[in-house]
């Protein structure tokens, strides 16, 4: 690794794969290695805004949990406001509420209502894009807001899952792809 200006394929290099975890046959793509590299993690954000710009987005949305740490450090560069997309019941105040199919069963996300102003601006990013059934989920409660949807961003995409298939219409983006 070059140390000033790290490689997409060091940020690759930096998550661990963990075979059967959560469970039998899942392969959990690890990024707390890279959090823990300062210069990394850095590289990574800067990537992750791509072309955008202090002044083009108005916030960066977030999904729970793994996807805060990137979107929070991108709203940073990026000068605009956080809003976090939350598992259901973590929210405190009146939220929009979004449900998805998992392999057995279903999960809930929410916003609160008053999260964005119609007609913003945002950039939605998460760790990882696999079956697209979450970032499905978020962008459609960021239309609930109004929102206006500039990109769909991931650090990693497993493309085999063909997550993008739940996000036709919107600009997706991923930086390290499997
Ligand atoms: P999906 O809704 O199937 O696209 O799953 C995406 C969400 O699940 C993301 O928020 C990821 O953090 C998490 N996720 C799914 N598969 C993995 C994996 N293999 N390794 C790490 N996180 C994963």
Redesign the pocket.
Known sequence: MSNLNPSISDLQQAVRNVPDFPKPG?????ITPLLANGRLFAKCIDQLCGDFKPGDVDAVVG?DA??FIFAAAAALKLQCGFVPVRKQGKLPFTTYEES?DLEYGSNTIAIHTDSIRHGSRVLLI???????????AAAELLKKVGANILEITFF?E?SF?N?REKLQGFPVRSLVVY
């Open positions: 899942i392969q959990f793509k690890d999904i793994r996807g998805y998460d760790d990882l894009l696999a079956t697209g059934g979450t970032a499905g990693i497993l899952l997550g």
